[in-house]
């Protein structure tokens, strides 16, 4: 999904989410890719002759007032989008008695495959929340000898799953023990904790359909000793694409895993972001000409055809960033957006959270 598609319906579907109707009078409708559409306008019609009979004056009101705003959207759009529709109809003022009608209606960004009518007090919005859910993700792991940490990288988020911890006692033997014996110890108290962790992985890991691979990290040699004696099932091991020296556990730890592992995650999209605001900065540092900044200089660089890669917030005002867009749709830069949920994220936000790479020079 390209990121601007996957902005809009992020703010959509969030903008739904915040309204909630007095009784069960908010409509949704959804059309499967390849239905007849005029099918949809009868069932809807057939729904308003049903309606009549609800008992409550404002309810029914507002039922029969929401698929008639559907049916009549239905019909200006004449036959269903290649990706099917969605709509989404209702009274949504937040005042009692108040009145608000209003009618929402998409073609989603990937093809529809479910067919819904539903009246009730929230709009259905689970079917485009599936949408953005990311389609890749890649199981993490730091291991020490004393601890270990399991995440997973989907998309930008990085989730610490769990943290382990070995209890195999320090370098600095028990009194009376020999080195050796001290030694065999430690190594099968090592040995029980990576079988652990690799048990762990599988539970966390093993069924998720959407595991692209698996990054591993940690101190050397014990994250090859693991991959060696931990007993990782074969499906998993044969997903770890990446083994990198990291010095630490827990959140920081897998950060670091994510950075050193850049060249495997160049689709992700935490690296996507992070490409895109290392080019700007750069080109800031060294070319500020070459760059523009603030709402209306990108506009204006926007109008002129110069800028090759648009770049805005999600923190941004919702109005200003469709206005951003629609100029860059316009002529045909690149649109990334990105969050502030990085130290780079934050830095861009400080110069206004909107900046464009041009294609060229602007003299003033």
Known sequence: ?????????????????????????????????????????????NEKGTATNIKSTSTRKNVINALERAIRKLKEIGKTPENGLAIFSGNVSDTPGGEDLQVWAIEPPKKLKVKIYRCDQTFVLDPLKEMLETEEVYGLLIIER?????????GKHIKVLQHLTSGIP????????????????????????????AGHMKTLFFDNKKLKGILVGGPIPTKEEFLEQGQLVTA??????????????????????????????????????????DEFFEKLG????????????????????????????????????????????????????????????????????????LRFEIFE
């Open 1 to 45: 999904m390209e990121e601007a598609k996957k902005y809009e319906l992020e703010e959509l579907i969030e903008k739904l989410e915040g309204y909630r109707g007095r009784h069960t009078e908010l409509i949704t409708v959804f059309v499967p890719a390849g239905a007849i559409l005029t099918h949809t306008t009868k069932q809807l019609e």
């Open 236 to 277: 998993l091991k044969n997903k770890v694409v990446a083994v990198k020296d990291i010095g630490g556990t827990e959140m920081h730890g897998l950060q670091e895993l994510v950075e050193n592992c850049q060249d495997v995650l160049a689709e992700q999209e935490i690296t996507k972001q992070k490409k895109i605001l």
């Open 146 to 154: 004393n601890e270990a940490t399991i995440g997973l990288l989907d």
């Open 286 to 357: 060294k070319e500020p000409d070459k760059v523009s900044y603030g709402f209306d200089e990108v506009k204006n660089r926007l109008e002129r055809g110069a800028v090759e890669k648009l770049i805005l917030s999600k923190s941004l005002d919702k109005k200003r960033a469709k206005e951003l867009e629609d100029l860059a749709e316009g002529t045909s830069a690149e649109i990334h957006v990105v969050s502030n949920e990085t130290a780079q994220g934050v830095q861009f936000d400080n110069l206004g959270g909107m900046g464009g790479i």
């Open 170 to 197: 320090g370098k600095t033997r028990a009194g009376g023990q020999s080195s050796q014996r001290f030694e065999r110890i430690r190594d099968s108290m090592a040995k029980e904790f990576f079988k652990r962790v």
